[in-house]
């Protein structure tokens, strides 16, 4: 297994950016979590949400998925971003498996 990706932010007023390296379930939920802080504090709404923090991934795999989805990111639903990084860092299984190490 590889170094995990590391997420900084410098304070809750700027928007958090996301290195590149491997990205497993709780750092991606420390992406969203931030990411949500950021939101809050600098009262973003729901529109531009995605639009505001998604080019803070920096990772080649987010990189791609960025360009692919450049026209829709203005109007992109926050919940269907996390859905679709959802899908692009984690594997399939990955809330069963989440499910299991929290209750096991």
Not at 14 to 30: R, Y
Not at 79 to 98: G, R
Request: glycine share 4%.
């Amino acid at each position: 297994m590889g170094v995990h990706v590391k997420i900084n932010q410098a304070n809750l007023m700027k928007p958090p950016t996301m290195g590149e390296s491997d990205v497993d379930t709780a750092t991606l939920w420390e992406w969203f979590n931030k990411s949500e802080q950021y939101f809050c504090h600098k009262g973003i709404t729901t529109i531009t949400r995605v639009e505001a923090i998604a080019w803070g991934m920096t990772g080649v795999h987010a990189i791609h998925w960025l360009s692919a989805n450049l026209p829709s990111l203005t109007n992109m639903d926050w919940e269907v971003y996390k859905a679709h990084m959802c899908m692009l860092f984690l594997p399939s299984d990955w809330e069963h498996t989440t499910h299991c190490h929290t209750l096991c």
